[in-house]
């Protein structure tokens, strides 16, 4: 059964850093291009970070370069989201999702549909 698992969410003070896991089963998610989404409240969902597996390049917009950071670890089948002075506009829910990128797109493309997704999990940046 294919599944992506997040872990990592909860209330954390403006300035402050947290990380997420997801964690794969089911596939190898070293040869998936591997994503972080969120999604406010009357927002539209959001990628904030992507990597390839091709070449382990990775992505990310300007509202969190330099503050959150993608990475993997193969032998534990998980991809992890490392964010640091998180924003009170940080807020929301976060999905990791997954693709096979046969096309090496998934990370450059906006409206890139990625195939498995996990259940979200909620951050909260508040005082």
């Known amino acids: 059964q294919v599944q992506l698992v997040e872990s990592g969410g909860g209330l954390v003070q403006p300035g402050g850093s947290l990380r997420l896991s997801c964690t794969a089963s089911g596939f190898t998610l070293r040869t998936y291009a591997a994503a972080w989404f969120r999604q406010a409240p009357g927002k539209e969902r959001e990628k904030v970070s992507c990597?390839?597996?091709?070449?382990?390049?990775?992505f990310y917009p300007d509202s969190v370069k330099g503050r959150f950071t993608i990475s993997r670890d193969n032998d534990r089948n998980t991809v992890y989201l490392q964010m640091d002075n998180l924003k009170p506009e940080d807020s929301g829910v976060y999905y990791c999702?997954?693709?096979?990128?046969?096309?090496?797109?998934?990370?450059?493309?906006?409206?890139?549909?990625?195939?498995?997704w996990g259940q979200g999990t909620q951050i909260t940046v508040s005082s």
């Open positions: 999702a997954a693709d096979a990128d046969l096309f090496t797109i998934a990370c450059t493309v906006n409206t890139f549909k990625f195939q498995h």
């Open positions: 990597s390839l597996s091709s070449d382990g390049a990775t």
